[in-house]
């Protein structure tokens, strides 16, 4: 079973170069997540999506922007990157919107921006 | 503000018995998750507690006490594969998950 699949891995990226990480899960779930994890501070939510056609904005919006056109795909753009986006990137699925369950995530996408 | 505490490290040894604290405020409560999360991989779930009380599985056993706002999870029979960061997390009453900067656990042999 796949769940959810982040593509690229690991990226290094000039600043002001806009770049898309992509995430689809084959799960069928509604809500779907995009979070963001530096050392020392704790998952920080970005976006999140509780179903498709839908979108919101998390704590860390500034800089980033989603589209949920189907249930399956969530990508994550970044219009002109800057280093202070320089983190670990990872999405994340849930059944529906209550999060009162297990959330599954993707691997993560390594991202550097110089 | 919402806040969710644990501490930034432990250190415990193998074979034996760790309890890795988590305390919170934050506007309602609808559930506490604890995840691991090993160095360079995605966090997986442990458990959730809704209700007061401990829940034990296998090894790992997780308690909540929703008047103190307290939960603890207690890794029993440490082994070296434990060593990982563990990731506390609630839900609050708008249904939004709130994350603690996670407990990176060290075991030593």
């Known amino acids: 079973t796949a769940g959810i699949t982040q593509a690229p891995t690991s990226q290094i990226l000039a600043a002001g170069r806009s770049m898309t990480l992509r995430c689809t899960q084959d799960?069928?779930?509604?809500?779907m997540y995009w979070y963001r994890q530096d050392l020392g501070l704790g998952l920080r939510l970005i976006h999140y999506?509780?179903?498709?056609?839908?979108?919101g904005k998390g704590e860390v919006p500034d800089g980033y922007s989603v589209s949920r056109a189907n249930t399956d795909d969530f990508p994550l753009t970044l219009a002109s990157a800057v280093p202070s986006q320089t983190s670990v990137y990872f999405c994340?699925?849930?059944?529906?919107?209550?999060?009162?369950?297990?959330?599954?995530f993707g691997e993560g996408s390594r991202l550097t921006v110089l | 503000g919402q806040n969710i505490d644990q501490p930034t490290e432990m250190t415990a040894t193998e074979g034996a018995i760790v309890q890795i604290n988590c305390t919170y405020q934050?506007?309602?409560?609808?559930?506490l998750f604890w995840y691991q999360q090993h160095a360079g991989e995605a966090p997986t779930f442990l458990s959730y507690?809704?209700l007061d009380g401990l829940e034990e599985k296998g090894r790992f056993s997780s308690f909540l006490s929703r008047s103190k706002g307290y939960s603890y999870l207690l890794l029993k029979e440490l082994q070296m594969k434990d060593s990982a960061s563990y990731l506390c997390?609630?839900?609050?009453?708008?249904?939004?998950?709130?994350w603690g900067a996670g407990t990176k656990l060290i075991i030593k042999p």
């Open positions: 507690n809704v």
């Open positions: 934050t506007s309602g409560f609808n559930g």
């Open positions: 994340a699925s849930h059944v529906d919107s209550s999060n009162t369950g297990e959330l599954f």
């Open positions: 997390a609630v839900t609050d009453s708008n249904y939004q998950l709130i």
């Open positions: 799960m069928r779930h509604n809500a």
């Open positions: 999506s509780n179903t498709a056609g839908t979108t």
